[in-house]
């Protein structure tokens, strides 16, 4: 198990760019408003405590001591009733879906280790994640028919990287090139980069 | 007070008012619009602004007829309101729910549906590729699903004109098909996550090209030459793009077409003739109706047939121009199953536009003693944005933690192929009416949607094919994943009443003042991007608008 993030591309930082013509004015007013988590809205006190544990042992950022925040951006996107453009007959609407997903995995924490999941240390909770992934359910009942696999990875683990990534540590991490207008790039060819990319990553295998 | 010098946000209140219409090549300024009272009973009301609304409404305001296009979404300034950031550009997409089921349940939003003028072409891809000539006659030239109403060398010229109007920049010599003059702009260069899919097309004898796309290769107009900024699909912010918002719609105002956004068309009204009477629509907080001699409905393959079935009424209780059940049937996607692998040098596929190398070999190659399928598929290279990608690896894998984080820190060394894959025409592949209710108290849409023996014999195809060719081009750690992207049909155009809703020139069977243009009348799917074949259709059907007007036969 992996235990600390390789950083292949440490030092590097999309806000350095902040003042390029990489960024434009609508780059920058977007980036700035994401830059202070919303208050909690939608979520209650309980969900909020599974839904913090979750969000961090699906984006676990022990290199940080300030990690990126991410339930309040889930939070804000349910209370504002932000859609996604579709919804399986099966899944009730997001917010209902994000509610009993998170009740449920309290309920699996509960059958498994008589304590809530926002209480385990984190091979415990990754245990029941993956549990949860492969349909492993020990208190079924408790998912009300939300279907486990599909709630875990489409409802959660898709918004909660869609948020990860939008921020510029994510696509810093990452070596991505972040905000790209008016400038964007002119060396297009293998192993090629402009001088206002990221430099080179390093890994053990190159 | 100076006009202008405070632009309000596009999604809050109408922008194309008070006789002008947003200019979309500045970053505030207007161009002057025609308006018409909605007591004028205008020629034609056209509902959707994308590939079949905006080219059939600048046709047939060139020729002098009075249209009115509406759209349910804003009317955006590129330069100014399009930012770098994928979360923020979710707003070109349509977010309402649809209620998806099925065996295959089908994704809906970024994948294939647009909301705003210029529909879906603000954030496609821009792949520009010609039907094979043979798939206009798939039924009897190669044996399955149904003919089109239409020669393809008819097709072949609106294709070249459709070329011209978005400027597309494509390689001289194209090696699949019927021999074309070359496309207006030249090739772009090639980028390195293109250059895989070249080096494992020559290493397995098959033959790839530069991409034709639909962003400029040199200037043109108000258009920058493309740079490169790899964010087509969440909106080019530059105007390189040659969306509809910057080729037709400007033409279509300069002509004298009126454009209504942020104008949710909820019903189309019939007379006690059997005719329709114009559109009631929603804008400003209220509903309001629009006369018109004609009505084209222009709203792609979910709203298309949404709005024909939400215009029930006693005269046509199943919807209108629905007399024999074909409204709504017939939905096809394109398989968009893909295998990405890692590389040993980094690709920083992020940048250019994400698809610039494709191979079209499987459209073409009828004889190959693998081939297991009916249909075609082409597949190109791949250049998701981060947010995109974590969300295929995380729907794929189910990774989470540091798992995820370690393989997300590969994406400037992944490379991809991802295919264009033509399912076959089910009548239980449909759009039905749901329920429930959307914000304007219009029922929503329900899709259906399951592939069949053929579908799955197609993608499984591909799947092994790219993997193999991931491998021949130095790719290792494959990983294979499965999607859907674009809409055809749903009101399929035909020869015979009993089986499509309209003719070869998009006029319904049973109402003859009433149209549709779009991606919808598509009878097959082809394994091709959709939206140069519906630019073409529209441009034909515009051509056949104008001449029954002239001869006083519409």
Redesign the interface.
């Known amino acids: 198990?992996?235990?600390?993030?390789?950083?292949?591309?440490r030092g590097y930082d999309v806000l350095d760019k902040w003042d390029t013509p990489?960024?434009?004015?609508?780059?920058r007013?977007?980036?700035r408003g994401r830059m202070d988590p919303p208050p909690r809205r939608f979520f209650s006190d309980t969900e909020w405590r599974v839904l913090l544990s979750l969000c961090a042992?699906?984006?676990?950022q022990p290199e940080r001591p300030d990690p990126v925040a991410i339930a309040p951006f889930i939070d804000a996107d349910l209370h504002a009733g932000?859609?996604?453009?579709?919804?399986?007959?099966?899944m009730p609407?997001p917010g209902a879906a994000w509610r009993r997903g998170l009740a449920a995995l309290d309920a699996e924490a509960v059958a498994r280790h008589g304590r809530g999941f926002a209480d385990l240390d984190g091979p415990a909770a990754?245990a029941i994640?993956?549990a949860v992934?492969s349909g492993d359910l020990a208190d079924p009942a408790a998912w009300e028919g939300l279907p486990a696999?599909r709630f875990?990875?489409?409802t959660a683990?898709?918004h909660i990287?869609?948020?990860?990534?939008?921020q510029p540590q994510?696509?810093s991490?990452?070596?991505?090139?972040?905000?790209?207008?008016?400038?964007?790039?002119?060396?297009?060819?293998?192993?090629?980069?402009d001088p206002w990319?990221?430099p080179?990553?390093q890994?053990p295998d190159? | 007070m100076s006009a202008g010098a405070v632009s309000h946000v596009a999604e809050d209140r109408p922008r194309a008012t008070g006789g002008r219409a947003p200019d979309v090549f500045s970053r505030s300024g207007w161009v002057p619009m025609r308006e018409h009272a909605l007591g004028d009973e205008v020629d034609f009301a056209i509902v959707g602004s994308g590939c079949g609304g905006a080219v059939l409404a600048t046709k047939l305001a060139e020729a002098g007829h009075s249209v009115v296009m509406f759209d349910a979404g804003p009317f955006w300034r590129p330069l100014s309101d399009f930012a770098s950031d994928e979360r923020e550009q979710d707003k070109l997409y349509w977010l309402d729910p649809r209620l998806s089921d099925g065996d295959d349940p089908l994704e809906f939003g970024a994948n294939n549906s647009g909301r705003n003028v210029g529909g879906s072409t603000t954030h496609f891809q821009m792949v520009s590729l010609r039907f094979r000539p043979d798939w206009f006659k798939s039924r009897s030239k190669l044996g399955y699903a149904v003919d089109w109403p239409v020669d393809w060398r008819e097709m072949w010229r609106y294709y070249a004109e459709a070329e011209r109007a978005m400027a597309i920049s494509g390689p001289i010599s194209y090696p699949w098909g019927p021999k074309r003059g070359r496309y207006p702009y030249r090739e772009h260069e090639v980028n390195a996550a293109g250059l895989v899919l070249a080096r494992g097309a020559e290493a397995l004898g098959v033959a790839w090209a530069p991409t034709p796309l639909a962003t400029v290769s040199a200037p043109r107009g108000k258009s920058p030459p493309c740079v490169y900024r790899g964010m087509c699909k969440i909106g080019c912010s530059t105007n390189a793009k040659q969306s509809m918002l910057v080729t037709y719609i400007p033409r279509a105002l300069a002509a004298g077409a009126e454009i209504r956004d942020l104008a949710m068309v909820g019903r189309i009204d019939t007379g006690p003739d059997g005719r329709v009477t114009g559109v009631e629509f929603h804008r400003d907080g209220g509903w309001h109706v629009q006369k018109a001699r004609n009505v084209v409905v222009a709203g792609y393959s979910i709203e298309t047939p949404r709005l024909l079935l939400n215009s029930a009424c006693g005269r046509y209780p199943n919807g209108l121009a629905n007399g024999s059940d074909q409204v709504g049937r017939y939905l096809m996607v394109h398989s968009n199953h893909a295998v990405w692998s890692e590389m040993d040098e980094e690709i920083r596929w992020y940048k250019g536009p994400p698809s610039m190398a494709c191979c079209e070999h499987w459209n073409y190659d009828d004889d190959d003693p693998s081939r297991d399928f009916h249909g075609g598929y082409s597949f190109m290279s791949q250049g998701p944005l981060p947010g995109d990608f974590a969300g295929t690896l995380v729907t794929a894998t189910g990774a989470f933690g540091l798992d995820l984080r370690e393989r997300m820190a590969r994406y400037n060394r992944m490379a991809g192929l991802k295919i264009v894959g033509e399912t076959m025409p089910q009548a239980d592949n449909r759009v039905t009416l749901s329920d429930e209710k959307d914000g304007f108290g219009l029922p929503r849409a329900r899709i259906t949607f399951g592939y069949c023996d053929n579908d799955r014999r197609l993608y499984r195809h591909s799947l092994r094919f790219m993997s193999r060719m991931l491998q021949a081009a130095g790719g290792h750690d494959l990983l294979e994943t499965s999607s859907t992207a674009h809409l055809m049909g749903g009101c399929r155009m035909g020869s015979d009443p009993e089986t499509s809703v309209t003719d070869a020139n998009g006029r319904s069977w049973e109402i003859p003042n009433l149209w549709i243009c779009d991606g919808s009348l598509m009878p097959t799917a082809g394994g091709v991007n959709p939206a140069l074949t519906i630019v073409a259709n529209a441009a034909r059907i515009g051509d056949r608008i104008v001449a029954m007007g002239r001869k006083g036969t519409i």
Do not use: C
């Open positions: 198990m992996t235990e600390r993030f390789s950083e292949p591309y990489s960024f434009n004015d609508q780059t007013r977007v980036l042992r699906a984006m676990p932000r859609g996604t453009g579709m919804r399986r007959a099966d609407e990754d994640l993956r992934d696999q875990l990875r489409e683990l898709k990287v869609s948020i990860y990534y939008s994510g696509m991490e990452i070596g991505y090139g972040g905000p790209a207008s008016p400038r964007g790039y002119v060396r297009l060819g293998t192993d090629r980069i990319e990221a080179h990553g890994w190159r």
